[in-house]
């Protein structure tokens, strides 16, 4: 990075911090697409699988403790949760229900289906999605469809490794790799991946930096 690129990476930093540090406010749950707030701020979604940490990482990007409901049930999660962000609001986020737990009857996992595509289809605002996956297990089949899903309606994602401080370093050094190689054989993901533990705080900083970046586009 040049001196200028530095600075500019800074001051994209602590002005990402601020906005965090600032207004967040849990603003609704949408069962369906008719329930969602006016389209007139950007939104950055959560996806993932249920249980990879969604919930934990919104959390940790906004410092509260519990602004996002977490839990040890998987799937809890159900519907499309929004958070504001900003005095006036500056950006929503917007957690997504998680995919892939066992034992969801088909007709659960056919209501997800048409409730995420429509939405990544139809939502002008949704600028970027991060796309969550667990740094214990990598990337797996249902986050290949969930990949696919992402490519189909053309919307932008970061890949994002959860639960860093669950693995040793080799081993997070490996699945950084593989996760970087699927990564880019896909058309709308981003080339890279952050790498984070909401539990001891690391990437953060650099989460809130691309969230901030991604509303602006
Ligand atoms: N060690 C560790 N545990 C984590 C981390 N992030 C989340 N967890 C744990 O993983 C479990 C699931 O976390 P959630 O944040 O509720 O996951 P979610 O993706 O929102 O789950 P659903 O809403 O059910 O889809 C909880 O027990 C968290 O405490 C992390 O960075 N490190
Ligand atoms: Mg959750």
């Known amino acids: 990075m040049t001196p200028e690129e530095e600075a500019a990476r800074a ?33 950055i979604a959560f996806a993932g699988r249920s249980n990879v940490g969604k ?27 929004y958070f504001e962000v900003g005095e006036p609001t500056r950006l929503r986020l917007v957690d997504m229900p998680g995919y892939g737990f066992a034992k969801a009857p088909p007709k659960v996992v056919e209501q997800w289906r048409r409730l995420v595509r429509d939405f990544l289809r139809g939502r002008v605002v949704l600028k970027r999605t991060l796309l969550l996956i667990d740094s214990r297990h990598g990337v797996k089949p249902v986050d290949e469809d969930m990949m696919q899903m992402l490519d189909e309606a053309g919307v932008g994602y970061r890949v994002v490794l959860t639960k860093a401080d669950k693995i040793k370093a080799s081993e997070l050094e490996a699945v950084t790799a593989e996760t970087i190689a699927a990564a880019r054989k896909r058309t709308a993901a981003y080339p890279e991946v952050l790498v984070t533990s909401s539990e001891k705080k690391m990437g953060i900083e650099e989460l809130r930096a691309a969230v901030l970046q991604d509303s602006l586009i």
């Open 11 to 43: 001051e994209l930093i602590e002005q990402a911090r601020l906005l965090f540090a600032g207004r967040v406010e849990f603003l609704k749950s949408a069962p369906a697409l008719k329930h969602l707030p006016d389209p007139d701020v950007p939104e």
């Open 55 to 81: 919930s934990s990482l919104l959390n940790a990007l906004t410092g509260r403790k519990s602004i996002a409901r977490t839990s040890v049930t998987p799937g809890r999660t159900q519907e499309l949760n």
